[in-house]
């Protein structure tokens, strides 16, 4: 059965929710030693694995969990609120 599209969001919430729980309990081992690079949390086991990517630090994670199901992995960049910063000529002040 699948779920419904707020299921879905509730699970990708509680995740979210958990994973933020976890980084703030290892936080203080991650920073600032760690800062700038990727966190993938397990978040049934609370193992988490480092990268400077997004998918080196997922592939680290799959390494040891092989196929972690829907909801499990939390990822989030050391010491930022946001993951993924972006910039376009106008916000970086660039722009000719």
């Known amino acids: 059965m699948t779920s419904s599209p707020v299921e879905a969001v509730s699970k990708k919430e509680d995740a979210a929710q958990r994973g ?7 936080k203080a081992l991650l920073e600032p030693a760690h800062f700038g690079q990727i966190v993938a949390i397990h978040l049934p086991t609370e193992d988490y694995f480092l990268g400077r990517t997004f998918l080196e630090a997922a592939d680290l994670l799959r390494q040891k969990y092989s196929d972690p199901a829907y909801g499990e992995v939390y990822s989030r960049r050391v010491g930022h609120q946001a993951a993924i910063h972006v910039r376009t000529p106008r916000a970086a002040g660039t722009q000719k």
């Open 20 to 26: 933020e729980a976890i980084y703030e309990q290892i």
